[in-house]
C-alpha cells in the first residue's frame, strides 16, 4: 500500500520576507513564483473581478461613448462597504510591429533575389552606386515605404471593445494593508460579491504587489551575485547552484536580445517635424523624401544627413522618381535592428533536493 496521501482543502499564501541571499529567501521566492501567486490568481483574483466588473454599464458591445472624458469611463462599486473603481477604455487592434518588421526584410530579400535571377521588371533601375561606382539594383523608394505603409494596416493584432481595469478606493486601512498570510479555502466561491470575498480580493492584490517586489529585488540581488562569480555577463547560458542544508537552489541565467520592433519602424517612418533641429528625430524614409523635395541643403546644414546614410541610399532620381540601393536599404535595416536591440538576461530559479 502507498503512502497516506493528504487532500489539501485550504492553502497559505506568504508574505516574502526581506531580501537577503540565504535558503529562507531562495525557498519563499520558489514558493510564490510556482505555487502561491498562481493559488491566488486562480481562486480569488479570476473569481472575484469577473463578477465585479459585471456589475459595470460598459462591454464590448456597450463602450464608453465619449472616452475623452474620465467621469464616463469611471464608475464606483460598492461591496459591503468596499469602495471599488472600475475603469473602462476602448481597445483597439494595433499593428504588430515585429510581422512589419519580419515582412519588410523580407520584402528586401526578396526583390534582391527576383532582380538576381532578372525577374524584376517595373520600380527598379540598374544604376552605378556614387562611392564605389559598381552597377547595382536600385528600387524605388515608393515600393519600400509603401510596403510598411500597407503593413502597418494590414498586421493588426489585439481586439476591438473594451479594456477594464479595477482601484480600490476605500476603506485606507484596507487598500494599503500587506498580510502576512492569506488564508485560500478551496471549496470557497470567491466569485460572490461579499464583504468577506472583497477583504480577501483586496489583500491579495496587495499581498501579490508587495511580493512582486521582493520577488524582483531579490532576483536582482541573486543576479548581482551570481555576476560578480562569473566575472563577467554571460555569452550563453550559464547555471550555478546554491547550496543549503535543506535543499540545493539552481540559478540559471541566460543572455537575451530584444529588438524594440516599434523603434525600429519608426527609425524609418518617423515623420520630420514642421521646425527642423539639430536633434530632430526623422526616419530614414522621411528624410528620403525631404530630400527629393529639395530639402537637402537644409538637412545638412542642421547636421540631419550623415555619411553613413548618403552612402548607404545614394539616392539616385530617375523619370522624377527618387531610387535607393536595395543593398542600402537591407544594411539600414540592420543597423536599426542592432540599434535598437536591447541586451537582457533571463533567470530562472528552481530548487533541487540535497546532492
Known sequence: MGQKVEILSQFDVLRMPDVTI????????????????????RYVKDAFEPSLKARSAYSDDKPPTDVASEADAKEYIDIDGIRFMIETSRTKK???????????DA???????????DLLRAGYRTLEHRETGEQEPYVRLSLLSDKIKDDLV???????????TVGVESPEELKTKVPEAIKIVAERNYGVLTRLNGETYVLGRNLTGYNNRQASQFKALVLDDTLQVLGKEPKHPVALVYPFDRANFVHQVEPRQNPQYTAIIEAFMKDAPEKLR?????????????????????????GLLGDNFLAAYDMHVRDGEPFVRLVGAHERLEYHRKANTKPSIEQNITMLPPL
Open 154 to 164: 494590414d498586421t493588426l493584432e489585439g481586439r476591438e471593445g473594451i479594456s477594464q
Open 107 to 117: 520584402h528586401i530579400c526578396a526583390l534582391a533575389e527576383h532582380y538576381g535571377f
Open 278 to 302: 539639430t536633434n530632430s528625430k526623422i526616419g530614414d524614409f522621411a528624410l528620403l523624401w525631404l530630400m527629393f523635395n529639395g530639402a537637402e541643403s537644409a538637412l545638412k546644414g542642421k
Open 22 to 41: 540565504g535558503e529562507e529567501g531562495f525557498s519563499r521566492l520558489v514558493r510564490w513564483e510556482g505555487r502561491d501567486r498562481k493559488l491566488l490568481d
Open 94 to 104: 494595433r499593428p504588430s510591429y515585429k510581422d512589419v518588421v519580419t515582412r519588410f
